[in-house]
């Protein structure tokens, strides 16, 4: 994922439509569950699509007439890669660790063992900031994995 950018709204509400799916969807059906949010024009989501593809944040895939549309990135990579994005921003050593202090501050109780367990995992490991070598970076099964054979 090359330089990230937050999403607008409407980008977020269509990345999050493609994400609870599952699936690859049409312009038509990701309008359809949105306007069951706020009235949108057809060619707005379509519009929205095609920029999303040209970000590389979903593939267009073509298929009969219509295209299909199917997330590059799994959510928890795309929130992840965003949070490394963030804090790489931040180059004074006290600023960054006041960032992840005020992270650390936002955390619940079961995000905070997550977070020792990260910590213990990556501390096995000589260099930390890589992925564990136990740790796949696309798990069989997400968005990113389904689409190998797919033709655009």
């Known amino acids: 994922m090359s330089t990230l950018k937050r999403l607008g709204d409407l980008e977020r509400s269509i990345m999050d439509?493609?994400?609870d799916t599952g699936g690859p969807q049409t312009v038509r059906q990701v309008h359809h569950a949105l306007c069951a949010q706020r009235h949108l024009?057809?060619?707005?989501?379509?519009?929205?699509?095609?920029?999303l593809s040209s970000k590389d944040l979903v593939v267009?895939?073509?298929?009969?007439r219509a295209y299909r549309y199917v997330p590059t990135h799994t959510?928890?990579?795309?929130?992840?890669?965003?949070?490394?994005?963030?804090?790489d921003q931040v180059t004074d050593r006290g600023c960054r660790q006041a960032a992840l202090m005020q992270f650390v501050g936002r955390v619940g109780a079961e995000e905070a063992e997550a977070l020792r367990s990260a910590l213990a995992e990556v501390g096995k490991y000589p260099l930390a900031g890589r992925v564990c070598p136990n740790r796949?970076?696309?798990?069989?099964?997400?968005?990113?994995?389904?689409?190998s054979?797919?033709?655009r």
């Open 17 to 19: 439509h493609l994400w």
């Open 41 to 51: 024009a057809y060619t707005t989501v379509m519009t929205v699509l095609h920029r």
């Open 60 to 64: 267009e895939i073509r298929k009969d």
């Open 75 to 87: 959510r928890d990579e795309m929130v992840a890669a965003l949070m490394a994005e963030a804090l």
């Open 136 to 147: 796949p970076r696309h798990v069989p099964g997400t968005p990113r994995a389904a689409l």
């Open 149 to 151: 054979g797919l033709r």
